[in-house]
């Protein structure tokens, strides 16, 4: 695990000291704004103890904010549970994950109270961490501890334990303590801490992640694990988007993540976590999995177990039919232990072992029954989980060099085993070709895109070892981003949406705003969107997952005053047809559906359809325009139209209108003087360089910018050397 350390000076301390003074302040301040009805609607789906009380202990110990009231409770369902049960198929391989990062804000309010009182907080400091990652265009987080191996003696294959917890009150924040049920045969996290890095998995609406109803001294959370309440269930069910399917493909991001970081890697699931291990297992193909209490070929039996799962998965849970996980696990080289314990699982199972007997046969299972209670079994089961997994070779492959227009990718095969080793690549699923490695790693070019994996590995000693995960390889033929369109919020900020290409996402947009370097992230190229402020923005560069670099350097500006200025119409004709003047607004009103207007000191309105709408014969005041979230920006400009085949005529003293804008070679000038004079157009760059000078006429003019370099260009007009009084035009050659 790299850049994870504690932060321990006193002028750190100091600064927590203040931020948890000034918290406390603001928590005294905190009244709840809950009606009546929607009290007694929480106080039946509210009802377990939060992980810790901030009253007590004040800090930053949420993600969350507080539900205040029903509406706002369902629209933060809405924001966290997006996943049907669908797309849990070939999750693992179309997601994509991002870097694992501390929950600064949690973690210093943890690390405080564990300062003044070891048995305070987690145990340890700065143990919360969380982890974007994106799944068929939709961006999601998932969270977890970690604490770090504490064994500096261990061997050269670094291991990575996950648990995922059973259900309970708080049984994330037990686990990450050693209290509670979970540890009753000793402190699991911190005994396996001695075999590797350890991490815990924390469930939506728990521990941290907890939806809180904040009642005057006594804050409780939303009674997520079982019994999940009905109407949150329902809910969900209606949805397609259930509780248990939304956790599933959590873990299985945490998976992906520490299969990218670890060359072992072993999820623990306990009780209700080992539904999610065992179906996490197919998709990820971890290197051990141990299934505790969680799993029993009498789940096809067991109809009050169905009902409880069925809630929570939805009809993904009948994917956990015997034949169904007996098959998955015969095709996998994963490396399985399951238990029971005597006196708190199913009596048949540990009585008369029928999954095991069911499973006879399978070369890659094994099973624990001796010890008493529903829990994880003792440290022996997992150290004997551990030795099993490292008599096989682990195998990555990583990507080393990507070009961006050659169809061609160097990656790096990794093992940790006893070497030489022995092993094929697949291509599609078909023999691609034999290979031997002298050592621990070997490097190979691919030329043709398609699925790419390492099968049939054998050690030195013959012993067979795991397969590698799916490498999918896409060239990164022309990648490029483009801004395809710009709108309006309610508060005048901009939102720009772009359309990425190239290889896969995400990709990282590298940029600067007047001046000063930033970046943004996006994990899928369809449409992304993101609000910018006014200012002059210069995209220098795109980089895409295939780490493929393109140098850009386009220059966009956002300026919220564009609904404001005459720069209203790119074009207006009379319309023949309809006996009207056609109005043609500028691309930057595309989406927006009413125009608000006097004509000739009467109110009116007009509706807007593919930005364009028509007028009569009148004088016009536009004062407003309105978008699909209804919000209206003020116009001022004024107009008189003829309502006949004649030029329009405007009452400022001069106007001007180009478009389109951002634009290639060339682009239309409408000018429109107060007599029929010949001015003369200047262009400059944004150093205040003359690059260009064109004779214009009044009326439409067509300027063609070849030779120029893209970049921001301003415009400007002259009459005989004295300026007109036009608004400058800031244009953007692409």
Same mark, same amino acid.
């Given at each position: ?28 301040? /905190? ?72 929950? +600064? ?11 003044? +009182? ?58 990450? &303590?050693?209290?509670? !049920? ?7 996290? +911190? ?14 609406? /728990? ?114 039919? &015997? ?5 998955? /696990? ?36 094994? !099973? ?152 943004? /992230?996006?994990?899928?190229? +369809? ?55 056609? =109005? ?148 953007? =050659?692409?």
């Amino acid at each position: 695990m790299q850049n994870i350390s504690p932060k321990q000076s006193v002028g750190y301390r100091l600064k927590i000291l203040l931020i948890l003074a000034l918290i406390v302040s603001r928590h005294q301040n /905190i009244v709840a704004q809950t009606s009546y009805n929607d009290s007694l609607y929480f106080e039946t789906v509210f009802q377990t103890p939060v992980y810790i009380n901030y009253y007590l202990f004040p800090g930053k110990l949420y993600i969350h904010p507080f539900v205040q009231t029903r509406a706002g409770l369902f629209d933060s369902l809405n924001s966290i549970m997006k996943f049907a049960g669908q797309e849990f198929y070939g999750a693992y391989d179309n997601m994509h994950v991002g870097n694992l990062y501390p929950l +600064d804000s949690i973690n210093a309010s943890l690390n405080y109270y564990y300062s003044l +009182d070891k048995s305070h907080g987690y145990k340890q400091t700065n143990p919360v961490f969380g982890l974007p990652f994106s799944l068929n265009g939709k961006n999601s987080s998932t969270y977890c501890t970690y604490t770090p191996a504490t064994n500096s003696s261990l061997s050269k294959c670094n291991t990575a334990v996950l648990f995922i917890t059973g259900s309970g009150t708080n049984n994330g924040t037990e686990m990450v &303590r050693g209290d509670g !049920y979970q540890n009753s045969y000793g402190f699991m996290k +911190d005994s396996l801490a001695t075999l590797g890095d350890v991490y815990i998995a924390i469930r939506p609406l /728990i521990d941290f992640r907890a939806f809180v109803w904040d009642k005057k001294d006594n804050p409780v959370a939303l009674n997520s694990e079982f019994p999940i309440p009905n109407q949150i269930t329902s809910y969900l069910l209606a949805r397609e988007t259930p509780y248990g399917v939304n956790c599933l493909i959590e873990s299985i991001a945490i998976v992906k993540y520490l299969k990218s970081k670890y060359q072992k890697v072993i999820i623990a699931g306990l009780s209700y976590g080992g539904i999610y291990t065992t179906l996490n297992t197919f998709e990820s193909a971890p290197e051990g999995a141990l299934i505790s209490g969680g799993y029993t070929i009498t789940v096809d039996e067991t109809s009050i177990n169905n009902d409880y799962q069925l809630g929570s998965f939805g009809p993904l849970f009948y994917a956990l039919n &015997r034949d169904s996980v007996k098959r998955n /696990i015969s095709k996998s080289t994963t490396e399985f232990l399951f238990s029971w314990g005597r006196g708190g699982d199913i009596t048949e199972e540990t009585n008369l072992h029928y999954t095991e007997n069911y499973f006879s046969g399978l070369n890659n299972t094994q !099973y624990f029954y001796d010890y008493a209670n529903h829990t994880y079994p003792p440290f022996s089961a997992f150290k004997n989980l551990l030795d099993r997994v490292n008599i096989h070779t682990s195998v990555r492959i990583q990507e080393i060099e990507k070009t961006c227009n050659p169809a061609s990718v160097k990656i790096m095969i990794s093992f940790c085993g006893q070497k030489p080793y022995r092993f094929d690549i697949y291509k599609d699923s078909l023999l691609y070709g034999s290979y031997t490695s002298a050592g621990d790693n070997f490097q190979a070019t691919f030329n043709d895109p398609g699925v790419y994996k390492v099968k049939n590995l054998f050690d030195a000693n013959n012993v067979p070892g795991y397969n590698s995960d799916n490498y999918i390889f896409k060239p990164n033929n022309d990648i490029d981003i483009k801004l395809s369109r710009q709108k309006w919020n309610c508060n005048m900020t901009q939102d720009n949406v772009f359309k990425l290409t190239g290889g896969d996402g995400p990709w990282d947009i590298y940029y600067r705003k007047n001046g000063t370097p930033a970046s943004v /992230i996006f994990y899928t190229g +369809d449409r992304p969107e993101f609000s910018w402020p006014d200012g002059t923005y210069i995209i220098d560069s795109i980089n895409n997952y295939g780490n493929c670099m393109k140098y850009i350097n386009d220059t966009i500006v956002v300026d919220s005053k564009i609904s404001q200025s005459e720069k209203l119409f790119s074009f207006i004709f009379f319309n023949a047809g309809s006996a009207k003047e056609q =109005m043609i607004l500028q691309a930057g009103f595309n989406g927006y559906k009413k125009i608000f207007f006097t004509k000739n000191g009467i109110i009116d309105s007009a509706d807007i359809e593919n930005n364009m709408f028509l007028l009569s014969g009148g004088t016009y005041q536009f004062t407003g325009v309105m978008n699909d979230s209804n919000c209206i920006f003020p116009l001022n400009t004024r107009i008189i139209l003829a309502g006949d085949s004649s030029q329009l005529t405007i009452s400022n003293p001069a106007v001007m209108s180009a478009y389109p804008n951002p634009f290639a070679k060339q682009f239309n000038l409408l000018i429109e003087l107060p007599s029929n004079q010949h001015p003369v157009l200047d262009i400059f760059n944004v150093s205040g360089k003359k690059v260009k000078s064109f004779e214009i006429e009044n009326g439409s003019n067509t300027i063609n910018m070849e030779g120029v370099k893209k970049g921001m260009y301003i415009l400007k007009i002259r009459y005989k050397g004295k300026g007109y009084s036009f608004d400058t035009l800031k244009m953007i =050659m692409l």
